[in-house]
């Protein structure tokens, strides 16, 4: 699994086991309604990919189709083989793990009930902890119905297996959407002007599709980290929304890492100032360990050119495990979220301060020290740096 599924896994473990008992006036709430029906929907466009093939293999599957029939509890090819019960249940926890498409569809159904003033209007504060049990209730009927590629149908009436969802698959897949989870109305109301200065501008741009989109996104983000929102850590979720401008490209992916950090630390009360300060610092040790990882890999690739392979695992030394192309792009984000938010770069980066000009001379901004304008100097900034 991916560190996002990772991730969301944790977080489903320690919720406990939904139940279908929802009172009637929560299972009819249109919200649910939608959530389900977007549910029930995705269950029935499953399909092999190849990250599926990959993940069965390292199972030790060796005929997927055949795999796939078990499940059905039906006969498919090479009926002799017979997969173990424990592993035919992890592929389909795989399958039924939620992609990016399903999150963001059970976001958009979310914000779809609060534009029509319903009762989740206060910014999903009003979303109960018992939604998951309402929303299980709608799809206590459901199957997953998944698309078999032509390459091994066997049969013309085998272009798609019919598996039912048992209720705690159903709770757990449910439970990983983090329906029930309650973004703080402070948060949310700040996810709604990214990007925005005034009210009439956040309508317009919430009325096209790409910033829909990009709303939703990050409202799925925040609702599935792992993070507890205390007053501190929303406020630091507000002042990355607010200062990293969201035509960067890489917005959500930072997002992603700026969530991560604000977990690592544990400010103390009444203490922001060396809250900061440590978030600073946790920046800086991550981008110094990224690059740390980037000058091994370099050096791996020096070595290898003067011995074969054989002779460097003598040596015990061993091949990068981080593709160097995505170690930059995360380095190159820090960099660029470290500007937006502390308005200098992280410790021990190459740039000194003489190469940032006249940025951030005013102090931080966080701090009470001066106006500072995301849209003009971090992304003049950031082009300089690109």
Not at 33 to 52: E, K, N, T, Y
Not at 229 to 251: D, G, K, N, W
């Amino acid at each position: 699994m991916s560190s996002a599924q990772e991730t969301a896994a944790v977080h489903t473990t320690c919720s406990h086991p939904a139940k279908l008992e929802a009172s009637t006036e929560i299972f009819n709430r249109p919200d649910v309604c939608m959530i389900a029906a977007a549910v029930r929907g995705w269950l029935l466009r499953r399909s092999i990919d190849s990250r599926l093939q990959d993940y069965a293999t390292s199972l030790g599957i060796d005929d997927l189709h055949a795999a796939l029939f078990q499940l059905a509890g039906r006969t498919g090819a090479k009926s002799g083989v017979v997969y173990d019960e424990n592993i035919l249940e992890q592929l389909f926890e795989y399958i039924l793990f939620p992609d990016e498409e399903l999150c963001l569809r059970v976001e958009q159904c979310v914000i779809a009930a609060e534009a029509d003033g319903r009762e989740v209007a206060e910014g999903c504060c009003a979303v109960p902890a018992d939604m998951v049990s309402a929303v299980c209730r709608h799809l206590s009927d459901a199957e997953a119905v998944i698309s078999l590629p032509l390459a091994i149908v066997n049969e013309p009436e085998a272009g798609c297996i019919h598996v039912a969802v048992a209720l705690t698959a159903l709770q757990q897949l449910v439970a990983r959407l983090c329906v029930g989870r309650v973004i703080p109305a402070c948060v949310h109301a700040c996810t709604m002007c990214v990007g925005t200065s005034t009210a009439q501008e956040t309508e317009e741009s919430l009325a096209d599709d790409s910033s829909l989109r990009l709303y939703a996104m990050i409202r799925q983000l925040i609702r599935r980290s792992s993070l507890q929102f205390t007053p501190f850590r929303c406020f630091m979720i507000q002042c990355y929304l607010e200062a990293v401008p969201h035509s960067f490209p890489q917005f959500l992916q930072g997002l992603r890492i700026w969530l991560a950090l604000l977990e690592r630390v544990a400010p103390l009360p009444g203490n922001p100032q060396q809250a900061e300060s440590d978030l600073f610092s946790a920046l800086s040790k991550r981008r110094a360990r990224l690059n740390k990882t980037l000058r091994d890999g370099q050096e791996f690739e020096q070595r290898l050119r003067r011995f074969n392979m054989e002779t460097l695992m003598m040596q015990g030394v061993r091949p990068p495990a981080a593709d160097p192309v995505i170690v930059r792009e995360e380095i190159s984000v820090l960099d660029r979220v470290c500007i937006a938010l502390f308005r200098c770069m992280p410790s021990g980066a190459e740039l000194s301060e003489h190469d940032l000009g006249t940025f951030g001379v005013s102090g931080s901004d966080y701090a009470g020290n001066g106006p500072f304008d995301p849209k003009t100097e971090v992304m003049a900034l950031m082009r300089t740096l690109s």
